[in-house]
């Protein structure tokens, strides 16, 4: 750092932060044309009700198709967009294109289940939301009960009055609230007693637990138990191998997600998790 090092290394420190600062705006500007030449794609990944053994719904998660490097995962640009305006243009991006593809699925046949879209706090505290979407669902023809919108706890954070009637005014449309990554934020309990979600997802860092210890299996089933009292259901995340779904099936789990059901799919590839149900075989 520079407070260890000479005064000869200031020079060396002042380059390096030219450099990511450089580095950070040619993001900028390569994301930002991203958007204008509308390079994102749309991964679906299942969820499955293990009472029924049926996919319940998929969870549109983008990914940025890059020219020249290929998929980027959203990991590497949500959280840069997040700091710009730039995530209110992929945001109205992912909502425009997860209708669009209901309803193609819906012309040709297709089965049909809902999708879950990630929605950033920024956009709440920013946009229309609930506008956003009752035009998108307008313009592409979907019921509402077809979208369902995943919140992580930052945004409940923000005890905002202007965020908590938008979510009221979306579940009033018919689309219903999860709770996203539950358990890795801040406050989560005091939030989920304000407000009505219908579905807790708990954060894969969970899910991993109850394999590993007693004390993860018996957080895990305290977690269900809280929400099934308070009307939600409970989507476990990162579901990996099958002594996990066993354990969460004990524990009168709802719904599983994860790589052992099936990875983000693109949308050519969904219907056989639609059709077959998404249970690996034994
Ligand atoms: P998330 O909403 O919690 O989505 C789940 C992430 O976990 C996805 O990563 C998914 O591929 C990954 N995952 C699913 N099953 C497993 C598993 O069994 N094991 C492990 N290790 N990982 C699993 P992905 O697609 O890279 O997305 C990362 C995050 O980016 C998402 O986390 C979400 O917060 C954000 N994101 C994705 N799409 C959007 C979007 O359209 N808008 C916004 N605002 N955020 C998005
Ligand atoms: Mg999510
Ligand atoms: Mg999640
Ligand atoms: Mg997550």
Redesign the pocket.
């Known amino acids: 750092s520079v407070k260890e090092s000479g005064k000869g290394d200031f020079h060396f420190y002042d380059q390096r932060f030219y450099d990511a600062l450089r580095v950070r705006i040619n993001q900028e500007l390569e994301l930002r044309q991203s958007i204008e030449q509308d390079q994102f794609v ?2 679906y ?1 299942p969820r499955l009700d293990l009472a029924t053994g049926v996919t319940s719904s998929m ?5 940025w198709d890059h020219p020249t490097q290929g998929l980027i ?3 590497e640009f ?1 959280p840069l967009a ?1 700091e710009s305006t730039l ?1 209110l243009g ?2 109205e991006l ?1 909502i425009d294109k997860v209708c669009a593809q209901l309803a193609q699925w819906g012309t040709t046949g297709q089965s049909l289940v809902p999708v879950s ?4 706090p920024r ?1 709440f505290n920013e946009v229309n939301v609930p506008k956003l979407l009752s035009s998108a669902l307008a313009r592409h023809r979907i019921a509402a009960s077809l979208v369902e919108i ?1 919140l ?1 706890e930052s945004l409940m954070m923000a005890e905002s009055p202007d965020v908590s009637s938008a979510l009221t005014a979306i579940r009033r449309m018919g689309i219903k609230l999860l709770v ?2 539950f358990g890795t934020g801040y406050s989560s309990l005091s939030q989920l007693q304000r407000l009505d979600f219908d579905v807790l ?1 708990v ?2 860092a969970f899910t991993s637990e109850i394999e590993r210890t007693e004390r993860g299996k018996v957080f895990f089933k305290a977690i269900i138990t809280m929400a099934h009292a308070l009307g939600m259901r409970v989507v476990a ?4 191998n099958e002594k996990q779904l066993d354990i969460l099936r004990t524990l009168h789990c709802d719904e599983i ?4 059901i099936s ?2 799919l693109p949308p050519g590839d969904t219907q056989p998790v639609l059709t077959q149900g998404s249970l690996p075989a034994k």
């Open positions: 749309i991964h990944q969870e549109a998660l983008v990914r995962s959203p990991l949500i997040e995530i992929i945001g992912v879209i990630n929605v950033s956009q995943e992580t996203d990554d997802k954060d894969r995340e990162g579901v990996e997600q994860g790589f052992y990875a983000p």
